[in-house]
């Protein structure tokens, strides 16, 4: 196979030389970790450039998850979606609560609000919804719900960086909101990850939380964890927030390629923009009606692999479908047939900034027949 990779995703990169000098500013000082003063700077700037109130630096993605629930005291039950990346789940099962599965609506694969409503029990006492691919959640008719029953809304916003709608941030939904900084994503330090909340009284005790819970030089208030962000990935995420506009704006002239090649196509289908949502254009889906396409999902994912192009099935398979979970009622694939029907038809295309013009007609060839 001599025909060059396409990857499905490439990480932004900070320019070597800038970050060489900021670099030496750490060798310098000596201060590389423990809250210095690029980790400042960095938060400072991310709750600007996201028009939110506060916002936690995590060491990654799962953290702020894990941490939300802990500083909200959430117990019991937990609705969430099964259409999503593990660690959402994962981090519900860390904390000692059930996750509950609903539904998703098809044209944005995110949770149903009246699937939510329809599981409550007296032992409910939060929601996680996703922002899938980053299209927002119907977040109106969750706290509505959320409001009615006296419940938490924690928002897992990993696909959703610098997300809008008509204008605000759609970080500032529910009661806190948590990102990824991974490498994979629209914007990353590496690992890395943030948690959004509303109040500064809420920004101190995750602090704590995410710092063994020490409170000052020998006073522990919580038994938190270890989940600081040193100043060499706090550096690395200040040079590419400077970039990350032009990036996003690369991925969407990308979209604009792909729909407007694959629109004829039978059998091919994809999410267009929202009315009013400002997008990121972290993912490209698109879904495989196998009896019009006359190709499976999976037959024209190996087709791609084979000449070299990574596609991947994200989400697939589905949450509820791992050993952990797949006991559980709300499991059953009779309870979930949209979220089954979207994880066995969808194959995510390469989609980054780094996409050549020359790429993206190699990936449409081997789906255009």
Same mark, same amino acid.
């Given at each position: ?11 932004? #990169?900070?320019? #070597?030389?800038? %970050? ?16 210095? !003063? %690029? ?6 700037? #991310? ?32 609705? @969430? ?35 939510? /409503? ?50 605000? !941030? ?7 909101? @948590?990102?990824?900084?991974?490498? @994979? ?14 109040? /500064?009284?809420?920004?101190?005790? $995750?602090?704590?939380?995410?710092? %063994? ?13 270890? !989940? ?22 690369? *991925? ?31 993912? %490209?889906?698109?879904? $495989? ?7 499976? *999902?999976? /037959? ?23 050993? @952990? ?29 780094? #996409?050549?013009? /020359?790429?993206?007609? *190699? ?7």
């Amino acid at each position: 196979m001599n025909e060059k990779q396409i990857t499905v995703t490439s990480p932004l #990169l900070p320019d #070597l030389e800038e %970050f060489n000098a900021l670099l030496k500013e750490i060798w310098d000082s000596k201060w590389v970790t423990n809250n210095g !003063s %690029f980790h400042k700077q960095l938060e400072r700037e #991310l709750a600007e450039y996201l028009k939110v109130p506060y916002i936690s630096l995590f060491t990654n993605g799962t953290l702020p998850i894990l941490t939300a629930l802990q500083a909200l005291h959430i117990t019991g039950e937990v609705i @969430t979606t099964p259409y999503s990346f593990v660690a959402t789940t994962h981090s519900i099962w860390w904390n000692g609560c059930k996750p509950v599965f609903v539904d998703i609506n098809p044209a944005t694969g995110n949770i149903d609000p009246d699937a939510i /409503e329809a599981a409550i029990t007296n032992k409910t006492t939060a929601i996680m919804p996703v922002h899938v691919y980053g299209k927002p959640c119907d977040t109106k008719r969750i706290q509505e719900i959320a409001d009615k029953y006296g419940l938490k809304v924690i928002y897992d916003a990993a696909h959703a960086f610098g997300v809008e709608v008509d204008g605000d !941030s759609i970080l500032n939904a529910g009661d806190m909101s @948590t990102l990824s900084f991974h490498a @994979t994503k629209v914007y990353n330090t590496l690992e890395g990850g943030a948690l959004v909340m509303h109040d /500064e009284a809420t920004k101190k005790r $995750v602090d704590y939380l995410k710092n %063994f819970g020490f409170a000052g030089e020998t006073e522990v208030v919580a038994p938190g964890i270890n !989940s600081k962000v040193d100043e060499v990935r706090a550096a690395y995420g200040i040079l590419n927030l400077r970039q990350v506009d032009a990036a996003i704006e690369a *991925r969407h002239q990308v979209a604009i390629k792909y729909r407007e090649a694959l629109r004829p196509v039978e059998g091919i289908t994809f999410m267009d923009d929202m009315p009013g949502v400002k997008h990121n254009y972290s993912y %490209f889906p698109l879904f $495989v009606d196998a009896e019009k396409y006359g190709m499976t *999902r999976d /037959e024209l994912y190996e087709k791609m692999k084979a000449h070299n192009v990574l596609g991947r099935r994200y989400f697939y398979p589905l949450i509820s479908t791992f050993t @952990t979970y797949k006991g559980y009622e709300s499991a059953n694939p009779k309870n979930l047939p949209k979220a089954h029907q979207m994880a066995d038809s969808v194959i995510c295309l390469p989609m980054h900034h780094e #996409l050549s013009a /020359e790429d993206i007609d *190699r990936v449409l060839e081997l789906i255009i027949k």
